[in-house]
C-alpha cells in the first residue's frame, strides 16, 4: 500500500505553522464600526436585539469615538435617530441636526478618526421609507435633492466619506455634483451599490426607528435572487462618481462580493448587517455555538471573498482581540 507524498496536513500541525500559512489575514485597518447616535445627554442605551450594541447621545459617541481609535480600528459610521420626524425628513439636512453635530464633536475630539455618514432618509421620515412620497409612491427625482443636501450638510460638518443607502435611481451624481458645486471635491463617496431587500435587516429598524408605515422597500431595494443586476448597479455608480462600492448584506451576498472584486479594481466595502451580527451573539448567548469564533470566521470568510474593508458592529471587539 503507497502512502501519500503530499500530507496537506503538514502545514495544520501547530498554530505558528498555521498562521505562516494563512492566506487571508483580518487587519485592524479592514474594520468599521458603525454608531447610533440619539438626542440627549448621558446617554449609552442598549439596543435589545443587538447584544453589545448601543444608541449614544453626542457627549458620549465622542468617548466611544476615541476608545475605536485607541484600538486601532480607523474608520466609524453615524446614523442619526432625531427625536422628531415628517413627511419630507427635514431633519436629515439640518446643520444642526443629530449627525451633524456628532460628526463636527468627533472630529475635533479624534481628528485621526475617519468620519462617514450614512445619507438616507428613512430615519427623519415619518413613514420610514428612503425617499420622499407622492401618496404611497417613492418618488425618486424628488428625492435626489433631499439626499443632496443631506450629503454636503454632512460634509460641512467634517464628513470624510458620504455613503449613500437609500437606492434612489441617479443619487451618487446628483450627490457628486452638489458635493463639487460647494467645494467639496476632495469628499469622497462609499456607495450602498449591491445593497439587496433583506429580511436581516430587522434589528437594525428597531435600532434606528426606521421600520416603514406602510409597504416595503422592495420597490427601490435590490431582489435577493438577482445577481448580474449588482454587477450593472455598481457600474452605474462608478460612472456617476462613487470612489467606493458596497454590498450589503455580506454574509448572505459572499457571491455578489466575489463578483465585484473580480470585476472591478476600486476598494470594496460589504456591510455584516444586524440580523447578521445578532444571530451570532444570540446563538452564543444560548450556548449553541461558540461566538467569539463563529464571529471571526465570519469576518474572514467576508475578508476572503474580496472585501478591503467590512462594516461590523462587531468591530472594536475583534480589534481587541487582534
Known amino acids: 500500500m503507497g502512502f501519500p507524498v503530499t500530507r496537506m496536513r503538514r502545514l495544520r500541525r501547530s498554530e505558528t505553522l498555521r498562521s505562516m500559512v494563512r492566506e487571508t489575514q483580518i487587519a485592524r485597518e479592514d474594520l468599521i464600526l458603525p454608531l447610533f447616535v440619539v438626542e ?19 457627549d458620549q459617541v465622542v468617548i466611544e469615538a476615541e476608545r475605536v481609535r485607541d484600538l486601532g480600528v480607523p474608520a466609524i459610521i453615524l446614523f442619526g435617530i432625531p427625536d422628531t420626524k415628517d413627511a419630507r425628513g427635514s431633519g ?4 444642526d441636526g443629530i449627525v451633524q453635530r456628532a460628526s463636527r464633536a468627533i ?8 468620519v462617514i455618514t450614512d445619507v438616507c432618509l428613512c ?6 421609507h428612503c425617499g420622499t412620497l407622492d401618496g404611497h409612491e417613492i418618488q425618486n427625482d424628488a ?28 443619487r451618487v451624481g446628483a450627490i457628486r455634483a452638489a458635493l463639487d458645486a460647494e467645494g467639496f471635491d476632495q469628499v469622497a463617496i462609499m456607495s450602498y451599490a449591491a445593497k439587496y431587500a433583506s429580511a436581516f435587516y430587522g434589528p437594525f429598524r428597531e ?15 435590490m431582489d435577493p435572487p438577482n445577481r448580474r443586476e449588482a454587477m450593472r448597479e455598481m457600474r452605474l455608480d462608478l460612472e ?6 458596497m454590498v450589503k448584506p455580506a ?70 482581540k487582534l
Open 107 to 114: 472630529v475635533d475630539a479624534v481628528p485621526d478618526l475617519v
Open 143 to 170: 428625492s435626489l435633492e433631499r439626499l443632496a443636501a443631506t450629503a454636503v450638510s454632512h460634509a460641512r460638518a467634517g464628513a470624510s466619506i458620504i455613503a449613500p443607502s437609500d437606492m434612489m435611481d441617479g
Open 40 to 58: 440627549g445627554s448621558g446617554v449609552r442605551e442598549p439596543i435589545s436585539s443587538m447584544p453589545g450594541v448601543h444608541r449614544f447621545s453626542v
Open 207 to 221: 435600532a434606528a426607528e426606521s421600520t416603514p408605515e406602510f409597504g416595503d422597500r422592495r420597490g427601490y431595494q
Open 123 to 128: 430615519e427623519y421620515t415619518d413613514h420610514g
Open 240 to 245: 456617476e462618481g462613487a470612489d467606493m462600492l
Open 92 to 95: 436629515a439636512d439640518e446643520a
Open 251 to 320: 454574509m448572505a451576498y459572499l457571491d455578489i462580493l466575489a463578483d465585484a472584486r473580480r470585476e472591478f479594481e476600486v476598494p470594496l466595502a460589504a456591510y455584516q448587517v444586524s440580523g447578521e451580527y445578532s444571530m451570532i451573539k444570540a446563538a452564543g448567548e444560548r450556548g449553541w455555538i461558540d461566538a467569539d469564533r463563529a464571529m471571526e470566521e465570519a469576518i474572514v470568510s467576508i475578508k476572503r471573498a474580496g472585501a478591503d474593508m467590512i462594516l461590523t458592529y462587531a468591530a472594536a471587539d475583534i480589534a481587541e
